[in-house]
């Protein structure tokens, strides 16, 4: 059973073989080992998920710079196959702040990054790693995103790239970019948690290097959405959100999210009770961890069948829940499930503010109405809402929810006649 708390950050002595303070450690059994000196996803010991640890935890005065670098130190290197990721903007939405309810509502849209999302940010720091461990291949199962951010920064890093996407299932806007970035694609009959299957296995026979979210070295970079979600609501508001709301599929932000929190508290920059509660969402027809959260259960339970219009969250297991449920307990969050009508009603709501993102996205909004309206979340909160893709991630989604194409005639006075009309 995984020990993560708020006031545990791996704040222990590093083992003989650390690398200048960095190492792994199982957050089940607490196997320790070099972090570069071979491949490894899994505890070798129990088979464990891994986690990055370090002799030291900086505080927010120790950052400097911009983007996901800006955090070097607390990261397992100074930089990384960068294409200037991080960095996202944190919006105010007034129409759905007023709609809601809450005292502030903030989006932090990680749409904004160089390939539409927020895998970015695990891709600069994993893709360093592979350089730095000489594997000759990456890969990855996909539903758009990590493909089309992988394709991209394996390119950058000249590196080849496999990806793996369950047929029919992935967003066109996804393969255009990992089909344009390189990467040679293969469309599997079966979902995203066969393509997992896979790949990992493929990477265990030592066929490609794993940059799905398992690799703990993925997270790392997913963290600073913590870290500047911190400094930008701080900058804007002078406090800090009560809460995070963010879509769940593999739960890998939820897991570097809850890392960041317990190395800023660690460091003494934040305090326990300062901690926002980390609120997942999920699509109803996708839902292992809300069914857990509610069932008070320690394990999910893998669904074999899932299905939702919001592509990117269309996970039936999710392989770091052995981290994200601690998250959502220690913090005193929760977990919601959303129909895709709602889903759909968000990301027109979203849009309506001037925020143009993909239906996953939008599941954090509906998810906050949700809550907002059983009385979960109260009036005087100061939110946060993350959005993960940008809206061409999926242009026939956003096609479906927006207006439809009116046809007129090819002449002022026709179209003059069709407004009046109409």
Known sequence: MTDLTLADAGVDAPPADADDGVWLTCIE??????????????????????????????????????????????????????????????????????????????????????????????????VRVAERLGVGRLACASTGN????????????????????????VAAGKVAQASLHGARILEVDGNFDACLDIVADLAKRGEAYLLNSLNPFRLEGQKTIGLEIVEQFRDQTGDLPDRIVLPVGNAGNTAALFKAFRELVAAGALDVEQVPKLTGVQAEGAAPMVEAVAEGREEVRRWEDVETRAT???????????????????????????????????????????????????????????????????????????????????PDAAATAGAKPEAVPADTEGVLDHLAEN
Request: proline content about 6%; aromatic content about 6%.
């Open 29 to 126: 059994c607490g196997w320790t080992g070099a972090p570069f000196e071979e491949v490894r996803y899994r505890c070798p010991d129990c088979d464990g998920l891994l986690e990055v640890r370090y002799a030291d935890h900086p505080t927010f005065a120790d950052f400097e710079g911009r983007g996901v670098w800006r955090y070097a130190d607390a990261l397992p290197f100074a930089t990384g196959v960068s294409i200037e990721e991080g960095d996202t903007p944190l919006y105010s939405v007034p129409t759905i702040e007023s709609e809601v309810g809450v005292e502030d509502l903030r989006i932090k849209h990680e749409g904004m990054n160089p390939t539409g999302s927020f895998k970015d940010r695990g891709m600069t720091v994993g």
């Open 146 to 169: 990590t493909s089309a951010a992988l394709a991209c920064y394996g390119a950058r890093a000249d590196t080849p790239v496999l990806v793996l996407l369950p047929a029919g299932k």
């Open 312 to 394: 990117a969250i269309r996970i039936g297991n999710p392989v770091n829940a052995p981290k994200a449920l601690p998250g959502i307990r220690e913090t005193g969050g929760t977990a919601v499930a959303v129909s895709d009508e709602a889903i759909t009603d968000a990301q027109r709501a979203l849009a309506e503010d001037g925020v143009g993102v993909e239906p996953a996205s939008a599941a954090s909004v509906a998810g906050l109405r949700k809550l907002r309206e059983s009385g979960e979340i109260d009036a005087d909160e100061q939110v946060v809402c993350l959005t993960t893709g940008h809206l061409l991630k999926d």
